[in-house]
């Protein structure tokens, strides 16, 4: 995913798939449903933009994009567009279509998540 997307991926978040794996959260700050972080063969780069191109066969670059890591019919995305590898977080809503800013970076939106389960 990362030399696909030429995309450095946080590390927490490696660390976190790599020894925890797929993991499901009960309840997402009240949202209900299950919300489950995704492993990084999962990840699509391409899923959400910010800004759709007009012209339907542009592609999404994915230094303009949200990458989900977790899903519950919204999602939580990683905010690529600094580049840097420590995103901040992203809830997106799937009813409005709309970004919120969720938590500074992996490990604080795993926590949040955490503390309501």
């Known amino acids: 995913m990362e030399k696909k997307h030429k995309l450095t991926l946080p590390v927490a978040y490696v660390e976190f798939v790599t020894q925890v794996g797929e993991h499901s959260f009960a309840d997402m700050q009240g949202w209900k449903g299950t919300t489950s972080t995704t492993s990084s063969k999962q990840l699509d780069a391409d899923g959400f933009r910010r800004d759709v191109?007009?012209?339907?066969?542009?592609?999404?670059?994915?230094?303009?994009?949200?990458?989900?890591?977790?899903?519950?019919?919204?999602?939580?995305?990683?905010?690529?567009?600094?580049?840097?590898?420590?995103?901040?977080?992203?809830?997106?809503d799937h009813e409005t279509e709309s970004f919120e800013p969720f938590a500074g970076d992996f490990i604080s939106a795993v926590r949040r998540l955490a503390e309501h389960n």
């Open 53 to 92: 191109p007009e012209d339907p066969s542009e592609k999404a670059n994915p230094m303009e994009c949200f990458v989900p890591f977790a899903i519950n019919g919204d999602g939580l995305c990683f905010d690529v567009r600094s580049g840097d590898g420590n995103y901040p977080i992203h809830h997106f």
